[in-house]
């Protein structure tokens, strides 16, 4: 994966575009198929949102077309965790949605009728319960939602650890490489240009994150994404409290490998509608409607556009102030927490499409270009099932799930935008 001298293949069965966990899991499954694949990256494995994410592995309060392939995805977890030589902090220690009140117990009746019918098991907790879960529990929260068997993993090692098996496994996971352009002829994928040379293949599959949508609008294609910046701070160690994921109106906080917590804002995102992304704003007015609360918009502080070699890595810093009003939350809502010191912040950011669930699909205008974007702030948990779900569609093998949520068509052909849960 070092970059001296970086030598490129002329052909691959599989091009893959984006390091991160898209990318990263459909090489996995790709290769365990045996077919060749290269992945181009232009900065470094999982240097963006999958190395900075909260870490939860959630099946809690997702899409309803999402939560069978993030179930699956749960139990990949635990095979890709078994078969790594390293601890990625791979748990299944459960996640809680901590409610104040009746009304906040209420969010979650949309995702309550149907998940049992799943199989997942999801309850509802009483105080009472809660306190069995968490004795120290602040007397705020009166009753959670809780899933037991979710689970959590380490952002900066996961993602990391799964190239690495795979580079000594002989895949080609080409760091500080950017792919410039998605090469096409006569409507059929012929390769891609990176910044090192042309590599040939009549397969790519585009998993760019915050980028996709430049990479996309060169081969003609319309995808309209947003960047939103999160911002996470991680914990000095600290007494247990709850060993695995939970959040509530105003913070979330979830248990790391190292004794800490990673702990973020529940409801403060920050938006950066650069010029180039002016154009998709109407695509999102009714995300922005429901989640105004918590967004504030900013003069775009990083450029994201189409030179990919500008920014090897996207990384944000978080202000002051929002790393003071994490502490503050923190500290406010769970007392416990009081002597713990911050011992790191950073950010994120977020590539969100307008109804808050990705693209998993082909575009129907070029044959051979595969896309997996736009996890608008949850591809962590569900990273493997998706990789699995692309690996499988790429080889034309059929799939149980019904992916039509996840078409790309869905912003172009006129149908109605319907909102996933919240980002
Ligand atoms: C602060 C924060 C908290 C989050 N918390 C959670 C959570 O708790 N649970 C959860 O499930 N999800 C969470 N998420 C979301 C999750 O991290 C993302 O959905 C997921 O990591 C997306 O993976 P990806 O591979 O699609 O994108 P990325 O990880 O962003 O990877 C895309 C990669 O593509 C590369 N790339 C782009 N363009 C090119 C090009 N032209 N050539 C070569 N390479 C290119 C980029 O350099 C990048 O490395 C969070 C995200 C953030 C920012």
Redesign the pocket.
């Given at each position: 994966m070092s970059n001296a001298a970086l030598e490129i293949p002329d052909s691959s069965d599989v091009i893959i575009?984006?390091?991160?966990?898209?990318?990263i899991t459909a090489a996995w499954f790709l290769h365990k198929a045996g077919i060749q694949v290269t992945v181009?990256?232009?900065?470094t494995?999982?240097?963006?949102?999958?190395?900075?994410?909260?870490?939860?592995?959630?099946q809690q309060g997702r899409d309803q077309a999402e939560l069978p392939i993030v179930m699956e995805s749960l139990r990949l977890w635990q095979d890709i965790a078994d078969e790594l030589d390293e601890d990625i902090g791979f748990r299944r220690e459960g996640s809680l949605y901590l409610c104040e009140n009746e009304a906040d117990m209420a969010n979650h009746d949309r995702f309550m009728a149907f998940a049992p019918a799943y199989g997942l098991e999801t309850r509802q907790l009483n105080r009472r319960q809660l306190e069995d879960l968490i004795p120290q529990c602040p007397e705020r929260w009166q009753s959670a939602l809780h899933t037991p068997d979710d689970g959590r993993a380490e952002?900066s090692l996961a993602v990391q650890a799964m190239a690495r098996k795979l580079s000594q496994e002989g895949v080609e996971i080409l760091e500080n490489?950017?792919?410039?352009k998605i090469l096409i002829h006569n409507g059929q994928v012929s390769g891609v240009r990176s910044e090192h040379g042309e590599i040939r293949s009549s397969t790519v599959l585009c998993?760019?994150?915050?980028?996709?949508t430049f990479?996309l609008k060169a081969a003609g294609i319309r995808l309209p994404q947003l960047t939103v910046k999160?911002?996470?701070a991680r914990t000095a160690p600290a007494p247990l409290l709850f060993n695995g994921n939970a959040s509530g109106s105003k913070i979330s906080f979830?248990r790391r490998l190292d004794g800490g917590y990673s702990v973020?804002s529940s409801d403060y995102l920050e938006v950066f509608p650069s010029t180039a992304h002016l154009g998709f704003l109407p695509d999102f007015l009714p995300l922005i409607k429901t989640s105004w609360s918590k967004l504030r918009f900013r003069i775009p502080e990083l450029t994201i556009d189409d030179d990919?070699t500008r920014q090897?890595?996207l990384d944000p810093i978080p202000s002051n102030k929002t790393v003071a009003r994490i502490k503050a939350k923190l500290v406010d809502r769970v007392p416990a927490f009081a002597g713990v010191e911050l011992a790191e912040a950073w950010?994120?950011?977020?590539?969100a499409l307008p109804d808050v669930v990705p693209v998993l699909d082909q575009a129907a205008a070029v044959r051979g270009l595969w896309i997996?974007?736009g996890?608008?702030?949850?591809?962590?948990?569900?990273?493997p099932g998706a990789g699995k779900l692309m690996a499988e569609l790429i080889q034309g093998k059929p799939v149980t799930y019904n992916l039509d949520r996840f078409r790309l068509g869905r912003f172009s052909d006129g149908s109605k935008l319907v909102l996933g849960p919240a980002i």
């Open positions: 575009v984006g390091g991160g966990i898209a990318g181009c990256e232009k900065g494995v999982a240097g963006e949102q999958s190395g900075r994410n909260w870490g939860w592995i959630r952002p490489c950017a792919v410039e998993a760019g994150g915050a980028w996709t990479l999160a911002s996470v979830r973020a990919f090897r890595m950010s994120g950011m977020i590539d997996s974007t996890f608008s702030g949850h591809g962590f948990g569900i990273g």
